[in-house]
């Protein structure tokens, strides 16, 4: 049994969905990555049912910060005047 034990952060296992999201497929990100297919998959599940439940998607997440950080940046030049 390869990686038994093995704990991997939310951003690692985010990052490998989103390898798959581009058209890779599951093996190759898997093999690139030295990780069972069965994790991705299992991932692809939790994150959905997470998504389902009202969740915010990381997708969701990096646009909120964009989107704060231009709001700052014009803060930033306002208070400069």
């Known amino acids: 049994m390869r990686n038994s034990g093995r704990e991997f ?9 989103r390898e798959v999201e581009r058209g890779r497929s599951v093996h ?7 990780i069972e297919e ?16 009202g ?3 990381m997708k969701e997440l990096e646009a909120e910060i964009r989107q704060m950080r231009k ?8 208070a400069a005047i």
């Open 9 to 17: 952060t939310d951003e690692f296992k985010l990052g490998s969905l």
């Open 28 to 34: 190759e990100v898997a093999v690139e990555l030295g």
């Open 38 to 53: 069965k994790s991705i998959y299992r991932w692809q599940k939790e994150f959905s049912a997470q998504k389902d439940s």
């Open 55 to 57: 969740m915010k998607t």
């Open 71 to 78: 709001h700052a940046v014009q803060a930033e030049m306002e």
